[in-house]
């Protein structure tokens, strides 16, 4: 049995009450179908403490992956019910909260899509290394660009005969329209892959040990450093075109900009959505997984730094921007509904305010109240009680009956979520 594969990454405390915001991270992954994207989930599930089984090498398509919490989703090997689950993950000596939220890729489930797409602030594209950008990629990305979802590229199955990382960039850019650059060089491909080198930090990562699931930082193999250098210097040259911030410190600096400046840099352009950094391993052989992990927490934004809007009823159904600040009166959505045989259990995103147990709550289409009697975190059919949530978080209420897509007051206000177009933000961001 193996154990996390990085301990010193991997947290399992799940706290009691409210996160720190800056260190919540409200994510999706998105694929087209068999690009790995439920075998991501469940490797990211395993290297954040949260699954103590990786399943084996060899074992068949997605078998048994935590996400897939519904008999029927397992049969047809499609997603049709979002889900969401909560992890840590230890980076720069900080424990970040990651709520995954499974958004289903498929086509046909456009309202369910929508909705678990509008309470994301960020998410991870997985492209097939062989295939590259498919049909349902496409369709996804072009969901994400409406809702104005930052993302991260994870290209995966490098270990796979065919893997072509250059030609999967090719894909992008020109399929998608995507502003992208790779901020990994992958040490080998197809039977030979083993890792990845970080152009950024120029620090090489070894996928040894049980079941490839250790990450181990070696020098970079002198066989790479050239692709290395000209890989960090595309990346370098587009960041200084895209952020005036980091242009400014590349001109002083070239050739010896600092890691710290690029990552930042990576940071605004990923948040602001006019870049995307690309990543890539394989999920399947547990290569990439962790520094992956890394990028959502540093790349992503966190919900203060997501602008987010309702309609007043009281006010013409004005728009109002909402502040992601426990204080402030409570605005939460109920996105997903799923019937457990212990009654109906609702998925909740928190805008603004905060959630308690014993307090009520306006239903803002009935105008009925509904006391709070269970909050839950949730990890696939674990369920962690909490007394309290707030503002930026996602939980699930348990014995409250009511339909996807219902926005929740403290009835101070009387606001409805919006799941219309949000032009992008234009607000200083906190690094
Ligand atoms: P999903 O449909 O996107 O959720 O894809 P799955 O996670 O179910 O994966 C589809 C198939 O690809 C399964 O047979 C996986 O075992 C396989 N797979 C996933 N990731 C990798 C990888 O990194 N390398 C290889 N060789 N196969 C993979």
């Known amino acids: 049995r193996a154990q996390s594969g990085n301990a010193s990454n991997a947290s399992s405390a799940v706290p009691s009450g409210p996160l720190e915001l800056q ?27 949260r699954i103590d089984e990786i399943h084996e090498v060899g074992k068949r398509d997605g078998e048994g992956a935590k996400m897939d919490s519904m008999e029927l989703e397992r049969e047809k090997g499609i997603t049709i019910q979002s889900a969401a ?46 295939s590259g950008v498919q049909s349902q990629t496409l369709t996804v990305d072009r969901q994400m660009r409406r809702y104005n979802v930052p993302r991260v590229v994870f290209i995966n199955k490098l270990d796979r005969d065919g893997a072509d990382p250059p030609r999967c960039l090719n894909m992008l850019r020109n399929k998608l329209g995507l502003r992208t650059c790779p ?32 990450r181990t930082e070696i020098d970079v193999p002198p ?9 960090r210097a595309e990346l370098l040259e587009t960041l200084a075109d895209l952020d005036d911030e980091f242009a400014e410190h590349y001109l002083e600096h070239e050739a010896a900009s600092s890691p710290e400046a690029i990552h930042a840099a990576v940071r605004r352009q ?75 259990l609702t998925y909740m995103r928190l805008y603004q305010g905060k959630l308690q147990k014993g307090m009520s709550i306006t239903n ?23 007394d309290t949530a707030a503002a930026g978080d996602i939980v699930a209420l348990g014995g ?12 101070r206000l009387r606001y409805t979520m919006t799941t219309m177009y949000v032009p992008p933000p234009v607000m200083s961001l906190a690094i």
Not at 85 to 99: A, F, L, M, S
Not at 199 to 208: G, H, L, Q, S
Not at 223 to 231: G, I, K, L, Y
Request: glycine share 6%.
């Open 23 to 49: 260190t919540v991270r409200n994510i999706g992954i998105s694929a087209h179908i068999d690009s790995g994207k439920t075998t991501l989930t469940e490797r990211i599930l395993f290297y954040t403490g």
């Open 85 to 130: 689950t909560y992890c840590n993950w230890n980076v720069d000596d900080k424990t970040h909260h990651i709520n995954i939220i499974d958004t289903p890729g498929h086509i046909d489930f456009t309202i369910e899509v929508e909705r678990a797409l509008s309470v994301l602030d960020g998410a991870v594209l997985v492209v097939c290394g062989v």
């Open 183 to 214: 901020i990994q060089v992958p040490m080998g491909l197809e039977s030979r892959h083993r890792g990845v080198i970080d152009v950024i930090d120029r620090k090489a990562y070894a996928f040894d040990g049980y079941k490839g699931s250790e």
């Open 223 to 231: 066989e790479f450093a050239e692709q290395v250098e000209v890989t």
């Open 270 to 344: 990923t948040i602001q959505r006019t870049f995307s950094p690309m990543l890539m391993g394989s999920a399947y052989k547990n290569k990439g997984v962790q520094n992956l992990l890394d990028a959502v927490c540093r790349y992503l934004p966190n919900p203060t730094e997501v602008r987010n809007v309702a309609l007043d009823q009281d006010n013409d159904e004005e728009t109002v921007e909402l502040s992601c600040d426990p204080k402030k009166p409570l605005v939460a959505l109920a996105f997903k509904i799923q019937d457990l045989p212990t009654g109906q």
């Open 364 to 386: 803002m289409t009935t105008q009925k109240k509904h006391p709070i009697k269970r909050i839950f975190r949730m990890h696939s059919n674990e369920m962690r009680p909490v």
């Open 400 to 411: 409250l009956e009511v339909a996807s897509g219902t926005t929740f007051t403290d009835g």
